[in-house]
């Protein structure tokens, strides 16, 4: 059985002040997806679950949901990220919950404050793109920024 104590410490975690930065950005998702919640005892918001993907993406050792969910319990992630201890459950079911769809948004703000560093694909992507999922285009159909 697995140990329910994390693999890894806050010492072991970094990229908070990149976080901090988008905090403002993502705080106004907080309140999406919540009107499905009748009970009115959602503890996980769009935002905190925002910020909780980004910490692992910046941390090679939160990889995987568990990993994620153990990271929530740390003090100074909860105090930074403004996250309270997260369940798996909550995690596994904020894919269906929160629409990604928000974030397009603040994707356009990030890239307008984004210097234009190389010309690809005829002056229609202003970065360099590394295709993991569909989001990425989805987002690019969506928002598209002109050239400058």
């Not at 153990?70 to 309270?84: D, E, H, M």
């Not at 629409?99 to 356009?108: K, M, Q, T």
């Not at 295709?131 to 400058?148: E, F």
Request: charged residues 25%.
């Amino acid at each position: 059985m697995a140990s329910k104590e994390a693999d890894f410490s806050e010492r072991d975690l970094s990229g908070f002040k990149y976080l901090d930065r988008l905090l403002p950005m993502l705080a106004r998702l907080h309140d999406f997806g919540c009107a499905r919640d009748r009970a009115g005892n959602r503890q996980l918001h769009f935002d905190q679950y925002c910020l909780l993907v980004l910490l692992a993406l910046f941390n090679p050792v939160v990889r995987s949901l568990r990993a994620i969910q153990q990271a929530s319990t740390l003090r100074k992630v909860q105090k930074r990220l403004g996250c309270p201890r997260t369940s798996l459950g909550a995690l596994s079911e904020a894919v269906d919950v929160f629409d990604p769809a928000r974030l397009v948004a603040i994707i356009g703000e990030l890239l307008e404050e984004v210097s234009r560093t190389r010309s690809i694909g005829r002056d229609t992507v202003s970065q360099v793109l590394t295709a993991v999922d569909g989001s990425v285009v989805r987002t690019l159909l969506i928002w598209r920024r002109p050239p400058t």
